[in-house]
């Protein structure tokens, strides 16, 4: 039987940058369009004996802003893909799209070319918090995409909310929310603001203007509950869902499964290889035309590296893990994790149903911090089954540490 795969599909170009993003984007560059689309479309062919053997069933356009690269060339870079791969006949196909770039034509022939997944990246319904932020759209834009999206025949619309904004209050961000659900989306993504070192809102990060880590706590909770009763499952720390709208692309990434990217910073994992291309828009199509270099960094994963993702990314998820499943994966006890989680559920951060640990609401609040303990106490545990095979001590008084990768969180690609 083939085996699923998921495609991820890098467009960088934006008409001005965020203020709070580090995820690579490039301005003022849209003369390079034309170029970068034949380089995807030259990378895809050139790669696609790599694809025999494999069912595509998610495809992601993400950025940057993909709708700002124009409906005729995000066809021809999806045809490609169909005419290379085996593209099944009801994979999810997900555009990110920003409100002022989303015009009713552009979707409709999108929507006729197979995608059928539309990510709204939203952030507030307060357009002072927006022009705060550096975006260029205003909540009535909004509101026009997703009447535009739904006109165009899409069924399955997302919608990005950001909270712990500058100077926003707990009435501001449940005024905001529930302006958004009113949208009707079926996919909701809530994300704390991260002010993460390299871009203009670095200056802010000590501003008492910036909601503290109690108030940001208090938002998430709110909501976590609101969204709950209006019937937004949660799956993952940030995302909620109503039923059969789960992004079954970013699943993927936080089950383990197998998805390969193209385009500038596009990330894959393929095999037991995780590799990057270049973040940087000229490397990326100079090596494609020349037939070079395009991948900046590869690693592989296994075994203790293997089971140390599979601990961070499921506990990640409303899935979470189980003793027998860690086994499969790397053939050593988890007796100092599951310590840890027991302790965890005393203090209502975790739970256990049918032999799997979740978090709870409140857990996924902390997770960052509780998935970093539980790698260490993996770590530790994994020193304890080693050393006793060990025929002769250290003989440099070093001891020797097994590093981790460590959570990030916000949006995944």
Not at 48 to 69: A, E, H, K
Not at 115 to 130: E, H, I, P, Y
Not at 132 to 149: K, N
Not at 276 to 290: H, I, K, N, Q, T
Request: hydrophobic residues 35%.
């Amino acid at each position: 039987m083939d085996k699923k795969l998921g495609i991820y599909i890098h467009i960088p170009f934006c008409r001005s940058r965020c203020l709070y993003c580090d995820f690579y984007s490039t301005t003022g560059r849209d003369n390079d369009m034309a170029r970068y689309e034949a380089a995807l479309r030259r990378h895809i062919r050139e790669y696609s004996p790599q694809l025999d053997g494999y069912v595509i069933d998610t495809v992601y356009f993400g950025g940057g802003t993909p709708s700002r690269f124009g409906a005729e060339r995000l066809i021809a870079v999806l045809d490609e893909l169909k005419r290379r791969g085996h593209v099944s006949t009801d994979a999810e196909i997900t555009l990110e799209a920003n409100p002022e770039s989303t015009m009713r034509g552009e979707l409709a022939r999108l929507r006729r070319a197979g995608f059928n997944r539309l990510s709204l990246g939203v952030q507030s319904a307060d357009d002072k918090a927006l022009r705060g932020l550096g975006r260029v759209h205003s909540f009535r834009d909004a509101e026009t995409a997703v009447e535009a999206a739904r006109s165009a025949g899409f069924r399955n619309i997302g919608v990005d909310m950001m909270y712990g904004l500058p100077g926003q209050t707990g009435a501001e961000w449940s005024d905001s929310l529930l302006r958004a659900m009113a949208l009707g989306p079926d996919h909701i993504s809530c994300y704390g603001l991260k002010i993460e070192e390299g871009t203009p809102f670095y200056i802010f990060r000590d501003s008492p203007f910036i909601p503290d880590d109690d108030k940001q706590a208090d938002m998430y909770l709110y909501a976590v509950d609101a969204l709950s009763r209006f019937g937004y499952k949660q799956y993952e720390v940030s995302n909620f869902a109503r039923r059969g709208s789960v992004s079954q692309h970013n699943m993927k990434y936080w089950m383990g499964g197998e998805y390969i990217g193209f385009g500038a910073s596009a990330h894959s994992y393929i095999g037991s290889v995780r590799y990057a291309m270049f973040s940087d828009l000229d490397r990326y199509m100079d090596g494609v035309e020349s037939g070079g270099r395009v991948v900046e960094t590869r690693e592989e994963i296994v075994g203790f590296e293997l089971a140390s993702e599979y601990l961070m990314l499921r506990l990640r998820t409303s899935e979470g893990v189980s003793e027998e499943e860690y086994y499969s994966i790397y053939k050593c006890g988890m007796n100092r994790v599951l310590e840890l989680l027991v302790s965890y559920s005393e203090r209502g951060w975790a739970v256990e149903r049918d032999g799997r640990w979740r978090f709870t609401p409140e857990g996924f609040l902390l997770s960052n911090t509780l998935i970093g303990e539980i790698l260490d106490a993996q770590t530790r545990e994994r020193a304890e089954a080693v050393r006793p095979w060990q025929t002769a001590p250290q003989d440099d008084g070093q001891t020797t540490l097994f590093g981790h990768s460590r959570v990030i969180t916000g949006k995944v690609y």
